[in-house]
Every structure is written in structure tokens, then in C-alpha cells.
């Protein structure tokens, strides 16, 4: 089994930036790629970025690419999300999400098996 604990979550004004993290603990040698999917009140869940724990492979949705980059550290078992010139419409819970497969270009939350609890990301005008 894998865990993954989000922060870094909070209010921001826009045009302004934030950083969102994602811990992965457990079994996390068989993790072959982490997603940030995103959910704002009334709205279906939305995928935002995924990368591959190997090598340099990373995939964005149209809405925040050149905006939002992921990252991470492996010796920490740690996925990013660095949020620049966040928009009012950036608002939402921001959840992170693992799979043991290569789902580099899947844009689809059905196919990640472990899911982090969530960490709320409010942007003001």
C-alpha cells in the first residue's frame, strides 16, 4: 500500500503563487507516476499534471500550462506543484494521486490507485 499526504494549501491572491506538496510513504518503490488533480465546489474532478517517477516525463492541462509545474524528489518521496500567477478560477481541492503504472499522458482519475486526502487552494481577486 502507498499513503500520500498533501500540504501547502491555502489563500493566495491572484496573479500570486503557491506550492502544494504530496509525501508519498510505504510501498512507494512501485510508484510509477504522480498526478495533481483538482476539484472546485459543483464541478467534476479535473485533471491538472502528472509526472513520471523516472525520467523527465511530465503532461499539463491546456488551463494551467506555463502557469503550474510539477516536480519531484525522489530521495524524499516527494511530488510538487509549483502554482504561478494563480487565477480566482484556480480555486479548488487540489488532490494528489499515484499509480504503480506509466500513465504519463492519462489525464483520467479513474485509472490512479491511491489518492491523498486533499489540501484546499482558495485564490481571491
Known amino acids: 500500500q502507498v499513503q500520500l499526504v498533501e500540504c501547502g494549501g491555502g489563500l493566495a491572491q491572484a496573479g500570486g503563487s503557491l506550492r502544494l506538496s504530496c509525501a508519498a510513504s510505504g510501498r512507494t518503490f512501485s510508484l510509477n507516476t504522480m498526478a495533481w488533480f483538482r476539484q472546485a465546489p459543483g464541478k467534476e474532478r479535473e485533471f491538472v499534471a502528472n509526472?513520471?517517477?523516472?525520467?523527465?516525463?511530465?503532461y499539463y492541462a491546456n488551463s494551467v500550462k506555463g502557469r503550474f509545474t510539477i516536480s519531484r524528489d525522489n530521495a524524499k518521496n516527494t511530488v510538487f506543484l509549483q502554482m504561478n500567477s494563480l487565477k480566482v478560477e484556480d480555486t479548488a481541492n487540489y488532490s494528489c494521486?499515484?499509480?504503480?503504472?506509466?500513465?504519463?499522458?492519462?489525464?483520467?482519475?479513474?485509472?490512479?490507485?491511491?489518492w491523498g486526502q486533499g489540501t484546499q487552494v482558495t485564490v481571491s481577486s
Open positions: 509526472i513520471l517517477w523516472s525520467g523527465d516525463s511530465t
Open positions: 494521486a499515484g499509480d504503480h503504472r506509466a500513465l504519463w499522458l492519462n489525464p483520467h482519475a479513474a485509472e490512479y490507485g491511491y
